[in-house]
């Protein structure tokens, strides 16, 4: 690896990208890879990469324990880290499923119930819908495909909703997505 050692020079951040990245255990445990990775350095500040989710991860730390990032971190590089969301990939997948593949192998492909399951397993989800507050230099924008029957007749039409306007459509998508945890739903 270039000269870096695993444990001494190079150190990795294992967690469960599922869960929510606000949860204290995730905090903590970042706080005390940092301070490892800063007295191996013989306390010299260090440098953090991070991609994907890891990248708001490293946020919501930064948003909490400033003055830890700060007293341990030199930089921090970010690689494609969906910092204004990935309001099409997720707003797609909570109304209709995944699909990760085209073609001759789209077996692969995450139904809309299952979908519906993960949402309630996985809060890591949620933290990437697009804020509809973020001041949007071209506001991202959800298109579905309505069936509407008149008369008879059945026609589709494609609507859009803004990340604001989405919210009625999100609650009618989910409203039978219900967790019932120690009496709470």
């Keep these: 690896m270039d000269g870096y050692k695993k444990g001494t020079t190079l150190f990795g951040y294992g967690y469960d990208f599922r ?8 905090m903590k445990g970042l706080k ?35 003055e830890v990032f700060s007293k341990y971190v030199n930089k921090w590089i970010t690689i494609a880290c969906p910092f204004q969301g990935a309001p099409g990939c997720i707003n797609d997948a909570l109304l209709t499923g995944l699909q990760f593949v085209e073609g001759f192998e789209a ?13 309630v397993e996985c809060p890591s989800v949620y ?22 029957s008149e008369d008879g007749e059945t026609s589709v039409k ?20 219900e967790l019932d945890y120690g009496g709470t739903k």
């Design 19 to 26: 869960q929510s990245n606000r949860i204290d255990k995730l």
């Design 32 to 66: 005390a890879k940092l301070e490892t990775a800063y007295k191996a350095s013989g306390g010299r500040k260090v440098n953090i990469i991070s991609h994907s989710m890891g990248g708001l991860l490293v946020m919501c730390f930064i948003s909490l324990h400033n």
């Design 107 to 119: 077996y692969f492909f995450v139904s809309r119930w299952t979908m519906h399951q993960l949402l």
């Design 127 to 148: 933290e990437m819908l697009p804020n509809p507050y973020f001041s949007w230099k071209m506001q991202p924008q959800i298109n579905v495909w309505r069936e509407y």
């Design 158 to 177: 494609l609507e859009s909703y803004s990340p604001t306007e989405s919210i009625s459509l999100f609650k009618e998508a989910l409203r039978h997505n």
